[in-house]
DNA sequence: TCATTAATTCGCC
DNA sequence: GGCGAATTAATGA
């Protein structure tokens, strides 16, 4: 979201991790700004029983975390590299320093804050009261709203169904037998195991 | 071709 | 809708 001179010029370095690779976890003290050059990052916590609940994935462009900076709170959350992935590091001291010296960064940075707001708003309505095709269908139109192409069926779902039930808090099983379900009431297709919307 | 990982199925609660 | 186990398909050394 920030452009990339801009962050080297202050003091961002590229960071690369494996898929899998823990970049930040749960209690941690935020002193980075990050910022994926290339690669997929999830955030996410864990029950006492070792369920997994992602809070949201990301990729190419797009920072995480950022809104820990403004506060002085652990994180409430791992970030976990979900792919080899180079990330941009930048120390909070530098993007503090970045956002007050550059009125369009920050302009930049509320609306990506914002973002994250409407996904947590429309989530958590959606996660408490809904089914599971409500679930998954607001979770796929977020996932869509993305796609340049709004024709039926021209999305693929750049998800695993694991990561889909992981995202709404349901089973893999219940996914896939929702899943189904949607596809015969023609609201997507599926194709080699693949999900289109 | 073997190994790993994801997807799917099944039976039961 | 969750759970555990078993089967099958896809993918990549």
Redesign the pocket.
Known sequence: MIIEDLLIAFGAEIQHYKAGEIIFREEDLPVYYYQIEKGKVKLNNYTE?G?EFIQNIFSDGHSFGESLLFVDRQYPMNAVAIEDSSIFRMSKSGFLNLVQTNPEISLNVYQCLAERMYYKYIMFYNLSF????S?LKLLLDYLKSYHDDKAPYSFQIP?????L?SLV?????????T??QMEKDKMLK?E???IYY
């Open positions: 029983d369920k809904q089914n599971p095709v679930k998800l695993t169904r694991q990561q039930a808090g349901l089973r893999v099983e219940t996914v896939i037998r899943i189904k599926i080699k195991r693949k």
